[in-house]
């Protein structure tokens, strides 16, 4: 069974900090992960893909990929109040398949 | 969103009863699913198609049947509605699965009574 383990959270910082999300991975074959941002009530979006080892920088996100250890991360920089929402980690499994894990709740105090 | 439209956005529904979830895409890609999203499970994948009548059961697949006579269209069918069928159900589109991700629609939610 392919899965992913995400802390469901609720994960709380002040407005200005730096929130981390991390996501484990099962599948040693997987070549693309995802990000996605869920507000409650709402469909996921797509904010951060990634497929090589390391960082990889988009505005006030950054995602960083650790393949030898099937560890994969979300840092938001100086978070705002907005980016209160669920964050859902993903991995393709191949057979034109995504595994989704079950979300941390992020919610930034202002 | 824009390019995806999932009818109809809310639905009750009694035990037992066929329900029929649509889905249409302005996209013309390749690539439709449809998870269903519960509390502590996350996003689950009920059915996916790769192409015009091409599917293939996910992991929740029992309960469930999917057609897609068209590319913009793809149709899931809980044959006979159960109360664990209660979900929001949603629909995504792909063109590039390895570096395009999902593209989801708004939900359906569906409550079985």
């Known amino acids: 069974q392919k899965e992913v383990e995400q802390n469901s959270g609720p994960l709380s910082v002040p407005e200005g900090a730096i929130a981390s999300l991390n996501c484990t991975y099962s599948d040693r074959g997987s070549q693309s992960f995802f990000w996605y941002r869920q507000y409650s009530g709402k469909s996921p979006e797509l904010i951060m893909f990634?497929?090589?080892?390391g960082d990889k920088e988009d505005g006030r996100f950054t995602a960083q990929l650790n393949k030898a250890s099937q560890y994969v991360s979300l840092l938001i920089r100086d978070s705002q109040p907005s980016d209160s929402a669920t964050y859902l980690c993903?991995?393709?499994?191949?057979?034109?398949?995504?595994?989704f894990g079950a979300g941390t709740r992020l919610f930034v105090k202002a | 969103d824009a390019g995806i439209t999932q009818s109809p956005r809310h639905k009750v529904t009694e035990t037992g009863t066929p329900v029929t979830l649509r889905c249409h895409q302005t996209?013309?890609?390749?690539?439709m699913y449809w998870y269903r999203q519960d509390p502590g499970h996350g996003l689950r994948l009920i059915h996916y198609s790769y192409g015009v009548k091409d599917t293939d059961k996910g992991e929740v697949s029992d309960g469930y049947s999917v057609s897609r006579s068209k590319t913009e269209d793809f149709l899931l069918t809980l044959e006979s509605a159960t109360s664990s069928q209660t979900s929001v159900y949603f629909c995504?589109?792909?063109?590039?699965?390895?570096?395009?991700?999902?593209?989801f629609g708004s939900g359906t939610r569906l409550t079985v009574v």
């Open positions: 993903a991995f393709e499994v191949g057979g034109f398949k995504t595994i």
């Open positions: 990634i497929y090589s080892n």
């Open positions: 995504a589109i792909s063109d590039d699965r390895l570096t395009g991700g999902y593209t």
């Open positions: 996209e013309n890609h390749r690539y």
